[in-house]
């Protein structure tokens, strides 16, 4: 009390605002600016490079020359684009609709805060600890015929009996990969719904269950509409992540069979990186970045 | 009863490829010591993946630490810009920003070098972490740092001294996010680094899966995993309730 007294005290004698350091604009930039320096040079200065990249012919050595709209035109005659705008798409899908299934399912079962549920939770999130390299490798290896533990498991009880080609057809890789990914993930996903969940006031549920509503009605009616702002935010992180999926197909399935899981940012990097075509690398990544802003803006809109 | 069950197969069913690859490592533990010689050897990949981590938290922690008590304490011109496109960069994918990102680093002279990457890492960082700091020294009573300046400390010093003790857990929050980013990231090293030496632990033992001879060695593929995942299923483990604490008020402020 005497503290507080003394200060208001000394504030009156200086006839200064309290915040004597909010005028000091020099000082606040210096703290900023290490915040400015990096977002300048490693963000917004790359940002305006990839556009004036996709506008010139850029070897990976040698000279830029301008070709504008070269990089762009080609685009539309790369089959391998096509191809994977469209698996890009299905694979999105998919990822999405069972991602946000299983961990809206999770997310119910360990929600109550009963003894043994802090286990179950650690349980479902802990591979999204382990990095997802390492998440890709350890199912290579899961998975292999020889040397995994699937196969014999499931021979031995019957249900397969020749080696599975886990990644040997286009439709197996495709679902392979939608199973790594659902493991790594659904935990990550199970947390953000928790978080939601838990923002649900206890009495709407006791007003609906004294009102008579049954099990199914409360998720219906009061659990998913109150939970939409979150299921939101999931179903955009999801679509996102999922629409600029690498590791899982370079590392997993090298983008085989028969180029069959080859995704949107594979064909900017094998552009980049294998044809030595950074200008065209560019333009696929401008192409990628503008339609991804438009889509989450849209969803954004239609979401909220 | 069902609910027990339900639950506890899929636990089972979630920390069985865990369990598996530990198992699978160590069934041969030579895998270990073939690993350890891999390539240009594990030690260092391991002593690249460490280095890069230690620079990423390290420059996370002090940009994010000076940026936050700008934004949370000061006013000054260029200051919402500035906040905007430090979240713009959520809004940006990874892919279009890193292979520009190669080309620039190779102007200054940065291009191959772990230093380079870390820098990338700490800009990757910087939203969440920024964010989080922010909120952390707003959250501190302006009665705490006020005392010290009238006490004729500079602001520095009001800061150094008084409210980096108050944001600890802020601080361990960010550093741990930091810490599992750089760590884990597979795409940026893969396309920033291009020398064999310099290549971290995802890189080099990815680069196992793709040799030209001989068979893959699976044994030795799910030791590079876990001392991949090993550190980090322990520092999660150990730090769970930061984890949880700052994915909730940072990376969902919806």
Not at chain 1, 14 to 39: E, F, S
Not at chain 1, 101 to 111: C, I
Not at chain 1, 246 to 261: H, L, R, V, Y
Not at chain 2, 204 to 210: D, K, W
Request: aromatic share 12%; hydrophobic share 55%; proline share 5%.
């Amino acid at each position: 009390m005497t503290l507080t007294l003394t200060r208001a005290g000394r504030r009156a004698a200086h006839g200064a605002p309290p915040a004597r350091w909010r005028g000091k604009k020099v000082q606040g930039w210096l703290y900023a600016a290490p915040t400015a320096v990096i977002v300048g040079v490693l963000f917004v200065v790359p940002l305006v490079l990839v556009v004036w990249m996709s506008l010139n012919r850029w070897p990976l050595l040698g000279p830029a020359r301008f070709n504008a709209p070269d990089n762009y035109a080609r685009i539309a005659d790369n089959p391998l684009f096509l191809d994977a705008v469209l698996f890009t798409l299905k694979y999105t899908a998919i990822t999405t609709v069972l991602l946000s299934s299983v961990a809206l399912g999770l997310a119910l079962l360990v929600q109550e805060r009963r003894p043994g549920v802090g286990f179950f939770r650690t349980a479902f999130f802990l591979p999204g600890a382990v990095g997802f390299a390492a998440a890709a490798l350890l199912f290579y290896g899961m998975l292999n015929n020889d040397f995994g533990p699937i196969d014999p498991m499931l021979r031995a009880l019957g249900i397969t009996h020749e080696p599975v080609k886990w990644i040997g057809t286009p439709n197996m890789a495709l679902f392979s990969t939608i199973a790594l990914v659902l493991w790594r993930f659904a935990g990550f996903n199970m947390l953000i719904l928790l978080t939601g969940l838990q923002a649900i006031p206890v009495e709407v549920y006791e007003a609906a269950r004294s009102d008579g509503a049954g099990r199914w009605q409360i998720f219906t009616r009061i659990t998913l509409p109150l939970l939409r702002p979150t299921l939101a935010l999931m179903l955009i992180l999801s679509v996102t992540g999922s629409l600029l999926a690498f590791d899982q197909f370079f590392i997993f399935t090298n983008g085989g069979p028969d180029n069959s899981t080859v995704s949107m940012v594979m064909v900017a990097y094998r552009d980049a990186f294998f044809r030595f075509d950074l200008g065209g690398a560019a333009a696929l990544s401008v192409v990628l970045l503008v339609g991804l802003v438009g889509l989450n803006t849209l969803m954004m809109r239609r979401l909220r | 009863m069902t609910r027990h069950l339900t639950l506890s197969a899929l636990a089972v069913l979630f920390l069985f490829p865990l369990v598996w690859s530990g198992w699978a490592s160590l069934e041969d533990p030579s895998d270990y010591l073939e690993m350890a010689r891999f390539g240009e050897g594990l030690g260092t990949y391991a002593t690249n993946s460490v280095l890069v981590s230690a620079m990423t938290v390290a420059g996370t922690l002090v940009v994010s630490a000076l940026g936050g008590y700008a934004f949370a304490r000061f006013d000054f011109p260029g200051k919402n810009l500035l906040f905007l496109a430090t979240l713009a960069i959520l809004m940006v994918p990874y892919a279009t920003i890193l292979i520009p990102l190669y080309v620039l680093l190779g102007f200054i002279g940065l291009q191959n070098s772990l230093v380079g990457l870390s820098l990338v890492f700490v800009m990757f960082q910087l939203p969440f972490a920024l964010f989080m700091m922010r909120n952390a020294f707003e959250a501190i009573p302006r009665e705490l740092e006020e005392a010290a300046l009238v006490d004729g400390c500079g602001t520095f010093r009001a800061f150094s001294r008084i409210l980096l003790h108050a944001v600890r857990p802020a601080l361990v929050t960010v550093g741990l996010f930091a810490f599992l980013a750089s760590w884990n990231d597979f795409f940026a090293p893969l396309i920033l680094l291009n020398d064999g030496s310099s290549f971290t632990l995802p890189v080099a033992v990815v680069s196992m899966t793709q040799r030209t001879f001989g068979a893959i060695d699976y044994g030795m593929l799910q030791a590079g995993v876990m001392v991949m995942a090993v550190p980090c299923l322990v520092l999660f483990i150990v730090l769970q309730r930061h984890y949880v604490r700052g994915f909730m008020s940072g990376a969902l402020r919806g």
